[in-house]
Each structure stands twice: as C-alpha cells, then as structure tokens.
C-alpha cells in the first residue's frame, strides 16, 4: 500500500473564517475529543517502546527524543520536565531539535530538511548503545529525524519513532514506531493541533511509565520532585505528613527542606 500523508489532507471543515468564535471553539474541540481513541489504539505499540527503553534505562542508559519544528518542541517540553518531577539528572532525557536552541521560539528554515544534521547533534552527546533514541515527527517524513534514527539503528542503538500517519517512513526507520493516526487537521495541514497533542500524550506516556520503572513514584507520589517553589514545598511537606504518620506540618516542612526530597526526609525518619 502506497505511503499516504493524511495529516495533509483537507480538513472536514469549509469556511473557518465565516464560523462565529463558539462555532471554532465547538468545532476544535470536536475534533481534539478523537485524539485520546487514537492514542489507545496505539498502546501496544507504547508498550513495546516503553519497555525496552525503561531496560536500557535501568542499566545506566539515557533516552533521546529528537524532532523538528513542534514535534522537537514537545520532546524538550517532556525532556525538560523529568528532572524537577522525578529529581533525576538533567542529562538521563535529553529534546534535540532540528535547528539548535534557537528553533525552540523561531523557525530555522529548513533545519529539518538536512538528513545527515540529526546524526551529528546526537553525536555531539556521545551517544550510544547504551541510549534510546525516539524521533518524533508528525508527517513521519522528516529526513533530520530519518537520518538520525537510520544512523543510529546501524549503531545497535533502540530506536523508536512517533507519527501521525500510517507506514511512514520514520516508522520503517525505528525499531519500534508508534503510529497515532488522528486524521485530518481542523486547518488542513496544521499539525500542532491535534497532531501534537496526540504526541505530547503519547510523552507523557512514555516518560511517565519509564520513571515509575526507575522507582522514581511510589505510591502515586511524587517522592524524589525537586523542591522548586512554594506550592511544591507545601506538597511535599502534606505527602511526608500522609508517609510518615506526623501531624504537625512546619515539622514535616523542616524535615523535608533539611533532606531535599519526600523520599530522603521520609527515609531519614524511619532509620
């Protein structure tokens, strides 16, 4: 079956520009209520990702995610979000992005056509075996995230992919590629609606159930978060009230600014 670019197609609406602010607003969200089914026909496919990336993790490895334009984005966004929530290091989940640093708040025109750039910035982590790479790419056709998984594939490294259209070729470059078809855009072609919101639950996913394989949740807590403001203090403080069986909240406060975590203060008071 030939490759087909549904994330191209026409959107199912005419005329967005005659529509009032409701109509928009009603039709957007009709549209957004189809990802999640999309994303559920995809578990087994997460399954496999998150299962071999979470073994490679556990013996020391670190997970990429690479991607152009949105798709990089939400790899940084979900990269950049482990360390304060699980208070792992900032380099176990690294976002690359087509284009370097600045292509996170300005386009750089046709940073994602090089197919050979991919490889290079993953190159300059030193990247290896031990890693997991997972290019991320609505269209599925991106040749930076193309070359960068087909190098590093060649390498024995775990690949997987995240698109949004069937067989693409960023699904036959990754070992293990997720495909979430969520079809046609509201505007045709904009594939950071719903495109990239199927991604970023997708992350969310991936990264979620990895760190509960790292033993960085217990319970349904958030036991190593950093402690970067005030409204992490006062939960942090609450959740080692509940884990340590005290009653008195600036003593728990104390405790868990002296250890740095939930996990450290609530280890310390049991020894």
């Known amino acids: 079956m030939a490759f087909e670019k549904i994330t191209e197609q026409s959107s199912r609406y005419r005329h967005l520009e005659k529509m009032s602010i409701g109509e928009l607003l009603q039709s957007i969200n009709n549209e957004d209520n189809t990802v999640p089914a999309a994303v559920a026909l995809a578990i087994p496919q997460i399954e496999k990702l998150v299962d071999a990336a979470a073994d490679k993790m556990l013996m020391g490895g670190r997970m990429f995610y690479i991607g152009a334009g949105t798709s990089g984005?939400?790899?940084?966004v979900d990269a950049s979000e482990c360390p304060p929530t699980y208070g792992v290091p900032p380099g176990l989940v690294i976002g690359i992005i087509a284009g370097g640093e600045k292509a996170i708040t300005t386009p750089v025109e046709y940073a994602e056509d090089d197919r050979d750039q991919g490889w290079k910035d993953l190159e300059a982590y030193q990247v290896s075996n031990k890693d997991v790479v997972i290019g991320i790419a609505a269209s599925g056709t991106t040749p930076y995230v193309i070359g960068a998984l087909e190098e590093s594939r060649k390498r024995g490294i775990v690949t997987g992919s995240i698109s949004c259209n069937p067989d693409s070729p960023v699904s036959k470059a990754a070992e293990f590629p997720i495909e979430v078809v969520v079809?046609?855009?509201?505007?045709?072609?904009?594939?950071r609606m719903k495109s990239g919101t199927a991604q970023k639950l997708v992350l969310n996913m991936i990264s979620t159930s990895i760190m509960i394989q790292l033993g960085r949740v217990e319970d349904n807590k958030m036991v190593n978060m950093q402690l970067t403001n005030e409204k992490l203090v006062d939960r942090g403080a609450k959740m080692l009230m509940e884990r340590i069986n005290i009653s008195v909240y600036e003593q728990a406060k104390v405790l868990l600014m002296k250890y740095g975590s939930v996990k450290k203060a609530a280890d310390s008071f049991v020894k």
């Open 73 to 76: 984005r939400l790899g940084i």
């Open 183 to 191: 079809g046609p855009e509201f505007v045709t072609g904009s594939t």
